[in-house]
Every structure is written in C-alpha cells, then in structure tokens.
C-alpha cells in the first residue's frame, strides 16, 4: 500500500487578491510523495492495491517519452517490490531523458513502440501477444485513468477543503477531474483546463463520471481555451507566468499541466470571475519531474522542483 504524507495547502498572498476580495490557496499534491508525487499517487494507489491481491508479480503500462505517469508507475512498482514493464511511444533515442532514466534506476523494462504500433494499446489481440511474450501482467492504461484511478483521485479533497467555493485543476484524461467533482461538495464549483486541444474531453469526461455515479454532479465545467496551441505546447506567456508565479510565492509549476490550469484562473480572477468572498483552491497535481527533461528538450529554462 502506498502512503501519503500530510498535503500541505498553501495561502497565495497578494493585494490584488485582498482587494478583490478572494482567497487563493494551492493543494499541494505534488508534496503527496517524495517519489510518486501529484494526482499519480491517487491514480496509482487502488490499481497497485488490486495488483498485489491478485498476485501481479509485474504491471505494464504504456506513455510518452517524457510521461509523469511512466515515471509514477515505475517508482510505484518498485516500492511494493513488483515489476514494471513501460511501453514507450517512439524509437529510442540514446541518451535516455531523465523521466526515462529515472524509470529505468527504478528498474522499469523499457519497450519501445513505433507510433502505429502504440496505437494498438487497447486491442485485446495486442495485449493478448504481450501476454504470451511477457507472461501475465496487471495493466494499467496510458495516463493510468481507470475506475481504481477514480477511487484514488475521489481521495484527493478533504474534509478541511470543504470551507472552498471554487476548485481548479487541470485535465489530461480527465481521471482527476472526475475524481474530484465525484467527491467534492454539491456546492463548490470545479473547473477543468484542458491541457489538449479540443472539444472531445467534454464527452470523454462526462462518461468517466457516468461510470461511477448515477448522475452529473451540480457546478462542474471545463475549459478548452487554455491549452495554448495543444498538448506538451507552450507560449513565452506561459513560460513568463511559471516563473512569475515561482517569484512571488515560491511554488514551481509544469507547463504541461498546472502552469496552465494556475495561468487560466488567475486570468478568470482579473475578468472578475469570481465574485467577492470565493475562497479558491488550485489543486497542483505535480509533474514536476518533467521539467529537466523539457528543459534539455527546448532550451527553455523552468522553476527548479520543490
Ligand atoms: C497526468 C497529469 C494530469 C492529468 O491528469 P488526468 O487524470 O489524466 O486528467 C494533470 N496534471 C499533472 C501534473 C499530471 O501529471
């Protein structure tokens, strides 16, 4: 069983938001763990859980070069003793990046897929030919978004965050948020930013949350508006804005995933959005991990991680 250290939130202080009238808190999730750290500790906690019962002695998933999920699932793995297999999206390119290597220290076995290949993640032939190459395995989807993940990301507010009117985070697959609005108050609203391009997460979304609940929760939306030009892209506005905010509350940020989500809500605070006496919470749900390997990818420098 994986366990959690204390999750700290965090006062955001600033006159702009005295004046307005708002409270502005960050979740630190990414503090959740010292090496499974954000929303992948939740995800990952109920399907590592239901591995062990039924005796997995490896798990495999499937991710990007620079995934947070590749990363959590292999320090995962390692820390309840199991295997881990990673199927990685592109050809090997030496030297390995740090998520990679990472994964790898944590003795992670890298496989590496050609696109058309990877796209077969889904088939039940496909997996079945992994199953006779590999043996059994307990497979964990890419971004790891399952019923187990949703019960672990149900776990991510507590008692104490009742007291917030408004919750942000951002979506990938939408796990976290369907997560969160399945476990949040009627009362509070949710917003999601997408970090992908497009309209499609609505539905994708919607029927994660119809898989666990009967109905839709009251006061949750998303916002598409905000991935700034499409997933893993970035804008020197963005960029600024990471290292704004590092400056005047010492919190780094992804440019991933929660730069945008932080970026959008403090935009949304400046259009009056939210109406004198919200209490706000930022849920940072970490990938922090990908920041060097951003770094060696582009040029462009970012907050060191906590
Ligand atoms: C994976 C990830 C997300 C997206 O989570 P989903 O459950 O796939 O929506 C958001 N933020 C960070 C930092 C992540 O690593």
Redesign the pocket.
């Known amino acids: 069983m994986l366990t959690a250290r204390p999750i700290p939130n965090e006062k955001l202080s600033s006159p702009d938001f005295d004046a307005a009238g708002l409270e502005v808190w960050v979740k630190r999730l990414d503090l959740v763990h010292p090496e499974i750290p954000?929303?992948?500790f939740f995800?990952l906690k109920y399907n590592l859980q239901k591995a062990v019962e039924f005796g997995h002695k490896q798990i495999l998933t499937f991710g990007g070069a620079y995934s947070?999920?590749i990363h959590a699932t292999a320090q995962a793995a390692q820390s309840l003793g199991m295997n881990s297999i990673g199927m990685i999206r592109g050809e090997l390119t030496p030297p390995l990046n740090p998520t990679l290597q990472s994964a790898s220290d944590a003795g992670m076995k890298l496989i590496y897929l050609d696109r058309s290949t990877y796209r077969q993640k889904t088939d039940p032939d496909f997996l079945a030919k992994l199953r006779k190459e590999i043996g059994q395995f307990y497979l964990i989807p890419e971004?790891?978004?399952n019923e187990r993940?949703i019960q672990g990301?149900q776990e991510i507010l507590s008692q104490e965050d009742n007291k917030f009117t408004h919750l942000a985070?951002?979506?990938?697959?939408?796990?976290?948020?369907?997560g969160i609005a399945t476990g949040k108050s009627d009362n509070q609203e949710l917003i999601g930013i997408s970090?992908l391009k497009g309209a499609f997460i609505m539905e994708d979304v919607k029927n994660l949350i119809l898989h666990t609940a009967s109905a839709l929760p009251p006061r949750i939306h998303i916002d598409t508006d905000f991935h700034f030009g499409g997933y893993a892209k970035t804008t020197p506005e963005l960029i600024d804005f990471i290292w704004d905010f590092y400056t005047r509350f010492g919190i780094p940020l992804?440019p991933?995933?929660?730069g945008k989500?932080a970026f959008a809500i403090f935009k949304k605070i400046k259009s009056g959005y939210f109406p004198a006496g919200s209490k706000i919470l930022l849920i940072h749900?970490?990938?922090l991990q990908?920041n060097q390997g951003f770094t060696e990818r582009t040029q462009i420098k970012l907050p060191p991680s906590a």
């Open positions: 954000g929303n992948k995800k947070n999920h971004g790891g978004t993940a990301t985070c951002a979506i990938g697959t939408g796990g976290t948020f369907a970090s992804d991933i995933y929660t989500m749900t970490g990938g990908g």
